[in-house]
């Protein structure tokens, strides 16, 4: 097998996270990816509305803490962001329901979205208005080449089948000075040391694991060069812990979140707190 990113043949096999679906790992460009990919079928089924569920996010009602909470952690990134770019257009690629754009419109960017699901993007125009979002995928989106100041693309390189056509596309919709933000599961943090093939961010959905080395690759490919990185901060509260762990059951720590929220004060369950999960934010440039 060819490594799905650098081409290598130093390719190993490093557990299977199904019975027919394989995380393989690069050892020269250090990448990980799943082979096969889940279909396009098996992949609208997931990204379905019960996928949502688990963001607390159902029908048309945003769970007030989740929104609060996904807010806080998109307000750490714009503090990334406005050490190169402080004003000007914003394009969040995969931008869901829009919750970073709210957050990058009242730090007073303009804001625009691109969206693969009908539903989540469907609220997405409700808030932004229908020519500032696109439902659909980024190579058929109708925005000017070269118009944005910031790209933003949050736990999505993850998810596409070709992350350097997705990125190289992302390219061409940049303004030469503008920037392109990145934040993805990094396969070399310590909590991937730390829990192995238990690592949370080990999914079916996620058809790639990269770090810095795999990142600086795939920007090298589309003529861009990385000119910050960090370990990327989420904010979390109690009570989005609680929604996502009712999903996705933890023997240990759904009984534990689930007693933590019966017994702490509402203003305690919804209080954010930072912590460090396992992901990497990298800001590019052009070259
Ligand atoms: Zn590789």
Known sequence: MNCKICGSTAVSHKFNLTEKLGIYSCVECNVEFMDPQLSDAEITELYSEQYYKSWGISGESENESS????????LLRLETIKNYITKGKVLDIG???????????????????????????????????????????????????????VISMFDLIEHVRVPRETLAHAG???????????????????SNKRMGKKWTHYKKEHFYYFDLESL?????????????????????NIDY???????????????????????LPKSLTRKNFHIGIGEITVVMKKN
Request: proline share 2%.
């Open 241 to 263: 812990l609680h929604t996502q762990l009712n999903v996705y059951k933890h023997w240990f720590m759904t009984p534990v979140i689930n007693i933590l929220r019966f017994v």
């Open 172 to 190: 061409k919709l940049l303004d030469k000075n503008g920037i392109i933000i990145i934040t993805t599961p990094d396969c070399k943090s310590t």
């Open 67 to 74: 929104k609060q909470m996904k807010i806080a952690t998109f």
């Open 95 to 149: 931008c869901a329901t829009g919750f970073f754009l709210e957050a990058a419109q009242s730090s007073g960017f303009e804001p625009y979205g691109i969206e693969l699901s009908e539903y989540s993007s469907s609220i997405a125009k409700k808030k932004f208005g229908n020519d500032s979002v696109f439902n659909g995928k980024l190579e058929d989106c109708r925005f000017a080449d070269g118009m944005f100041n």
């Open 216 to 236: 600086k690759y795939i920007a090298r490919q589309c003529n861009m060069n990385i000119i910050y990185h960090e370990s990327s901060k989420k904010a979390l």
